[in-house]
């Protein structure tokens, strides 16, 4: 007795739907997600339209930092003390930094713990910068906010989500600026910076204590673009999870 034969249905091969198995890409997620499209433009030009954007915004950017040098010391003539315009607008955008990590905190309370601690790390740079106002209490009177500051954002920490989101924030985008300027103010500026260990060989006699401080300020004032620029995408996400919500876009873009 012969088996009835299946009809094969003839016709373009359908891709299959969006499954734990078989995930959506999380761009065309996003892009058909709503209120994502704004966002992230569908379309491979737009996409490299919007790359090259990008790269010309980070070149303006960075063209700060030979500008507030050149202020501090061709304009007001001061070279580069505590109150000059280099350090302020490294005090500025790490307060912007602050602000802007607590406030993708506030809207995303999955990733509250993670983003709370690496605002309260921020704001140990920020308290550490303004270490010549504590000096006003006493010499050295900075290390004790920074302490409180680092004690109770790591006990706020330990009461909220912190390892899944964090490592979600590692495969991010934000992560890799974030990262590179951490590296330039916490590394390269004290290396490449340092009088002692380069430019006093290099300019012998020539040396001038002006210049180790400009190369050195003028790297840290880089970094903490690089930072800023990071927290700037860090809001973004938090805000492109929140409107994504519990759909395809926020579970693969967000956990």
Same mark, same amino acid.
């Given at each position: 007795?012969?088996?009835?034969?299946?009809?094969?249905? +003839?016709? @373009?091969?359908?891709? @299959?739907?969006? $499954?734990?198995?078989? @995930?959506? %890409?999380?761009? +065309?997620?996003?892009? &058909?997600?709503?209120?994502?499209?704004?966002?992230?433009?569908?379309?491979?030009?737009?996409? !490299?339209?919007?790359?090259?954007?990008?790269?010309?915004?980070?070149?303006?950017?960075?063209?700060?930092? %030979?500008?507030?040098?050149?202020?501090?010391?061709?304009?007001?003539?001061?070279?580069?003390?505590?109150? $000059?315009?280099? +350090?302020?607008?490294?005090?500025?955008?790490?307060?912007?930094?602050? =602000?802007?990590?607590?406030?993708?905190?506030?809207?995303?309370?999955?990733? &509250?713990?993670?983003?709370?601690?690496?605002?309260?790390?921020?704001?140990?740079?920020?308290?550490?910068?303004?270490?010549?106002?504590?000096?006003?209490?006493?010499?050295?009177?900075?290390?004790? %906010?920074?302490?409180?500051?680092?004690?109770?954002?790591?006990?706020?920490? &330990?009461?909220? @989500?912190?390892?899944? %989101?964090?490592?979600?924030?590692?495969? $991010?985008?934000?992560?890799?600026?974030?990262?590179?300027?951490?590296?330039?103010?916490? !590394?390269?500026?004290?290396?490449?910076?340092?009088?002692?260990?380069?430019?006093?060989?290099?300019?012998?006699?020539?040396?001038?204590?002006?210049?180790?401080?400009?190369?050195?300020?003028?790297?840290?004032?880089?970094?903490?673009?690089?930072?800023?620029?990071?927290?700037?995408?860090?809001?973004?996400? $938090?805000? !492109?999870?929140? &409107?994504? =919500?519990?759909?395809?876009? =926020?579970?693969?873009?967000?956990?």
């Amino acid at each position: 007795m012969s088996m009835p034969q299946r009809e094969v249905q +003839e016709g @373009p091969v359908q891709a @299959p739907l969006s $499954s734990p198995q078989n @995930p959506e %890409p999380v761009s +065309e997620t996003l892009r &058909r997600g709503k209120g994502a499209l704004r966002l992230f433009p569908a379309g491979e030009s737009t996409s !490299i339209s919007w790359a090259l954007m990008e790269g010309v915004a980070l070149s303006l950017v960075v063209a700060i930092v %030979p500008f507030a040098l050149y202020l501090d010391f061709a304009v007001i003539g001061h070279g580069v003390p505590d109150a $000059s315009v280099t +350090e302020t607008l490294q005090e500025l955008i790490l307060l912007a930094v602050v =602000g802007s990590v607590l406030y993708a905190g506030y809207r995303r309370p999955e990733e &509250r713990g993670f983003l709370v601690l690496a605002a309260g790390l921020f704001g140990c740079m920020l308290l550490r910068e303004l270490d010549y106002l504590f000096d006003y209490i006493w010499q050295g009177f900075w290390v004790w %906010p920074v302490l409180l500051t680092f004690v109770a954002a790591t006990l706020f920490a &330990r009461k909220h @989500p912190f390892l899944v %989101p964090f490592r979600l924030y590692l495969q $991010s985008k934000p992560y890799l600026f974030t990262l590179f300027g951490l590296i330039t103010v916490i !590394i390269f500026s004290r290396l490449f910076g340092s009088g002692n260990v380069l430019w006093e060989d290099l300019m012998g006699p020539n040396y001038s204590h002006e210049y180790k401080s400009a190369i050195q300020e003028g790297l840290e004032l880089f970094g903490y673009l690089f930072i800023g620029y990071g927290a700037m995408l860090t809001l973004l996400r $938090s805000r !492109i999870c929140a &409107r994504a =919500g519990d759909g395809d876009a =926020g579970r693969n873009l967000c956990g």
